[in-house]
Nanobody
């Protein structure tokens, strides 16, 4: 099991930027694909981005492609989500999680969730 702690959330105006960080404990971080997911009020948790553990290839939900960038630093056991050109519809609690099985784009494929960090974008 991996323990995850997210940080970096906050309140910004539309068009602004935030950088989320997620620090993992445990020795297996480097051998797991990591993901960022989000949950808006009244909605189901949804996939945002993932980064493959073998080749560091990124995967994005269509609505964030070109605006968000996922990265990882295995030496620091940390995964990042740089969010630019934020929109009000990006408002949600953002979670990082470990991918275990199934499609990267499916929220149910992830486990070991962090506590989440709130992102609020005002228009």
């Amino acid at each position: 099991q991996v323990q995850l702690v997210e940080s970096g959330g906050g309140s910004v105006q539309a068009g602004g930027s935030l950088r989320l960080s997620c620090v993992a404990s445990g020795r297996s971080f480097a051998s797991h694909t990591m993901g960022w997911l989000r949950q808006a009020p009244g909605k189901e948790r949804e996939f945002v981005a993932a980064i493959d553990w073998r080749d560091f290839n990124p995967y994005y939900q269509g609505s964030v492609k070109g605006r968000f960038t996922i990265a990882r630093d295995n030496a620091k056991n940390t995964v990042y989500l740089q969010m630019n050109s934020l929109k009000p519809e990006d408002t949600a609690v953002y979670y990082c999680a470990v991918h275990y099985s199934g499609s990267y784009y499916y929220a149910g494929a992830y486990g070991d969730w962090g506590q989440g960090t709130q992102v609020t974008v005002s228009s």
